[in-house]
């Protein structure tokens, strides 16, 4: 039952998307003049939300990985059952995508050389879509990307 309900969770920006465009339709249909504005900001802000949604339903496509990935208060924590470690955002130098490994990673490097290595289906991984895209000069859609690309090398994708 858990796991349905996360499920859905996942679509939540697209269905909310949906129903913004539906009430905006409905608003243009039914008002005239300058009442139609809300119902083309509607239209813009339903397309966005939709938008947004699909990138990340891209990044978290993979799933059911080893390990665990938490984010709290922008210091990125997993915990795997071979290796682990914490980043602070704040303190990252270097993000790479390493499709070599089985399953690949994502290479996070501190600017102290600490090295950082998650699965991209690591429990939790989601998480990463905003973390990463937070970091200045990277957009979502070159994240999602290159998760879809499914590199088969390592892939510089960000540096302070």
């Known amino acids: 039952m858990v796991e349905k309900r996360l499920?859905?969770?996942?679509?939540?920006?697209?269905?909310?998307?949906?129903?913004?465009?539906?009430?905006?339709?409905?608003?243009?249909?039914?008002?005239?003049?300058?009442?139609?504005?809300?119902?083309?900001?509607?239209?813009?802000?339903?397309?966005?939300?939709?938008?947004?949604?699909?990138?990340?339903l891209r990044f978290g496509a993979q799933r059911g990985g080893l390990g665990v990935v938490q984010l709290?208060?922008?210091?990125?924590?997993?915990?795997?059952?071979?290796?682990?470690?914490?980043?602070?955002?704040?303190?990252?130098?270097?993000?790479?995508?390493?499709?070599?490994g089985r399953p690949p990673h994502w290479v996070l490097t501190g600017r102290n050389g600490t090295l950082l290595a998650i699965p991209i289906n690591a429990e939790g991984g989601e998480r990463l879509f905003d973390?990463?895209?937070?970091?200045?000069g990277l957009s979502s859609a070159r994240l999602s990307g290159i998760v879809m690309k499914k590199e088969r090398q390592r892939v510089l994708i960000w540096k302070e």
């Open 7 to 56: 499920e859905w969770a996942r679509w939540a920006e697209v269905i909310a998307g949906v129903a913004v465009l539906g009430m905006a339709a409905w608003w243009l249909r039914s008002s005239y003049g300058l009442s139609r504005i809300p119902g083309w900001a509607g239209l813009a802000l339903g397309a966005v939300l939709i938008w947004i949604g699909i990138q990340r």
């Open 72 to 100: 709290d208060e922008r210091r990125l924590t997993y915990m795997g059952p071979l290796t682990g470690g914490m980043i602070d955002l704040d303190d990252l130098a270097r993000l790479d995508f390493d499709g070599t």
């Open 131 to 136: 973390a990463f895209s937070a970091l200045p």
